[in-house]
């Protein structure tokens, strides 16, 4: 089937890579993400968009962002919600959400104050947080509160079950290995949250999730005629933080396959926003 085709599939193709060569437009930030002008005109150009594909696209707007080297994150020591200029992997996932949810960059910042939190943000008349410490600091605690999509971990492939911690039982996952060994990535779909699990001997302080990932999926073209054939052709990227705190690093976009053979985590939990 030709590209060329008038089909609504087709229709929705070009206009994602309509929206993706907008994006390519503007730079990675030095010290500073786009104005909210900037941010206004993409809410409103993607606005009739689905959510993963909007997910996807904010996420890879941050690629080439420096990684944040604070412990705690940038954005939680300065009590701010928006804190662009860098980041890890738990804010890359917040600020991707909350501007693919929103309208205006105004509202991104009401929706920060529900899905960055256990109960809910609140704000001073300064427009600073003053409750921080309600904030989710564990990746699986913002997996198993149903605010960040359907865990769709089981419907993926084989499940696994290991030990928990901080409460938790057991936890399922699909290890590296039957990932790698399956079908399970030609699944995932533009904007699923990869939740990386650790081995229960390398948790520090009980952590069960070690890092976190959004996937981008885009069709390759095989040759001039650009034809594409199905699910083959269909590359999946991982868009991620990636560094150590206090060392250098910053948000890439890597083939998933090459990542989840390198990884250094046991397996994955994924979530999706319908």
Same mark, same amino acid.
Request: proline fraction near 3%.
């Given at each position: 089937?030709?590209?060329?085709?008038?089909?609504? @599939?087709?229709?929705?193709?070009?206009?994602?890579?309509?929206?993706?060569?907008?994006?390519?437009?503007?730079?990675?930030?030095?010290?500073?993400?786009?104005?909210?002008?900037?941010?206004?005109?993409?809410?409103?150009?993607?606005?009739?968009?689905?959510?993963?594909?909007?997910?996807?696209?904010?996420?890879?707007?941050?690629?080439?962002?420096? @990684?944040?080297?604070?412990?705690?994150?940038?954005?939680?020591?300065?009590?701010?919600?928006?804190?662009?200029?860098?980041?890890?992997?738990? @804010?890359?996932?917040?600020?991707?959400?909350?501007?693919?949810?929103?309208?205006?960059?105004?509202?991104?910042?009401?929706?920060?104050?529900?899905?960055?939190?256990?109960?809910?943000?609140?704000?001073?008349?300064?427009?600073?947080?003053?409750? @921080?410490?309600?904030?989710?600091?564990?990746?699986?605690?913002?997996?198993?509160?149903?605010?960040?999509?359907?865990?769709?971990?089981?419907?993926?492939?084989?499940?696994?079950?290991?030990?928990?911690?901080?409460?938790?039982?057991?936890?399922?996952?699909?290890?590296?290995?039957?990932?790698?060994?399956?079908?399970?990535?030609?699944?995932?779909?533009?904007?699923?949250?990869?939740?990386?699990?650790?081995?229960?001997?390398?948790?520090?302080?009980?952590?069960?999730?070690?890092?976190?990932?959004?996937?981008?999926?885009?069709?390759?073209?095989?040759?001039?005629?650009?034809?594409?054939?199905?699910?083959?052709?269909?590359?999946?990227?991982?868009?991620?933080?990636?560094?150590?705190?206090?060392?250098?690093?910053?948000?890439?976009?890597?083939?998933?396959?090459?990542?989840?053979?390198?990884?250094?985590?046991?397996?994955?939990?994924?979530?999706?926003?319908?």
């Amino acid at each position: 089937m030709r590209i060329a085709s008038t089909s609504k @599939y087709h229709i929705k193709f070009y206009f994602s890579l309509f929206i993706a060569a907008l994006f390519l437009l503007f730079p990675s930030p030095a010290h500073s993400f786009i104005s909210d002008k900037e941010i206004a005109s993409f809410q409103e150009e993607m606005a009739d968009m689905p959510i993963g594909e909007r997910i996807a696209l904010w996420a890879e707007k941050f690629v080439g962002t420096p @990684y944040d080297p604070d412990p705690l994150g940038e954005y939680v020591t300065k009590n701010v919600i928006i804190a662009d200029e860098r980041v890890d992997c738990m @804010y890359l996932s917040f600020r991707a959400v909350e501007l693919a949810m929103s309208l205006t960059p105004e509202e991104a910042i009401n929706i920060a104050l529900d899905k960055r939190f256990i109960d809910r943000g609140r704000l001073d008349n300064k427009g600073k947080v003053i409750n @921080y410490d309600d904030r989710f600091q564990y990746g699986e605690d913002m997996l198993d509160s149903s605010k960040w999509g359907k865990e769709i971990t089981g419907e993926l492939g084989k499940i696994s079950k290991i030990e928990g911690s901080r409460g938790k039982d057991k936890v399922k996952i699909i290890s590296k290995n039957d990932f790698l060994n399956s079908s399970s990535s030609s699944k995932l779909k533009n904007g699923d949250f990869v939740f990386f699990i650790k081995a229960v001997e390398k948790r520090k302080v009980g952590e069960i999730v070690g890092h976190i990932g959004i996937i981008k999926t885009e069709f390759k073209i095989q040759d001039s005629k650009f034809k594409i054939k199905g699910d083959d052709q269909k590359e999946i990227y991982l868009i991620h933080a990636s560094g150590v705190k206090n060392k250098d690093g910053r948000v890439k976009k890597v083939r998933l396959y090459d990542y989840i053979s390198s990884m250094p985590f046991i397996g994955v939990r994924v979530s999706r926003f319908d």
